[in-house]
């Protein structure tokens, strides 16, 4: 009980310290998003199919990893306000990561074992998500 107040203060300071590493990541990553695909856009056009896919599953993936990023900053959030993390939360975090490697995958030359595994990994997490989801009611 002495220690209380620090605790909430030393708390405050670490939560507010990652939130505001979070939003410059974010915002970096936001930035390099947009100058690669301008670059990429000017060095290589995408007339080929082979570039056209590869530049889109880089693209997709750096969308998902900046979503993921703001995912992380509700989730610091939320364990401020209620010093608790939200299990739906967490799910998601974990669809988004796990899509964002999905994406990348070059399934042309994956091992089709690997492909089931992930298969299976995104379901498993896609129907924890919906049963949480059912069972809080929202």
Request: aromatic share 8%; hydrophobic share 55%.
């Amino acid at each position: 009980e002495r220690f209380e107040p620090v605790l909430r203060r030393f708390d405050f300071v670490t939560v507010t310290a990652l939130e505001v590493f979070l939003m410059l990541v974010i915002s970096i990553g936001t930035v390099t998003l947009f100058l690669l695909l301008w670059h990429a856009l000017r060095t290589s056009p995408l007339d080929v199919l082979e570039n056209l896919q590869v530049g889109l599953r880089r693209a997709f993936s750096g969308v998902l990893m900046v979503m993921l990023g703001l995912e992380l900053l509700v989730t610091l959030r939320t364990y401020f306000k209620t010093h608790h993390v939200k299990l739906e939360v967490i799910l998601i975090v974990a669809i988004i990561a796990a899509g964002s490697h999905i994406v990348e995958i070059d399934v042309a030359h994956a091992a089709s074992m690997q492909l089931l595994a992930y298969g299976v990994l995104m379901l498993a997490l896609t129907a924890s998500y919906a049963l949480v989801k059912r069972t809080h009611g929202s």
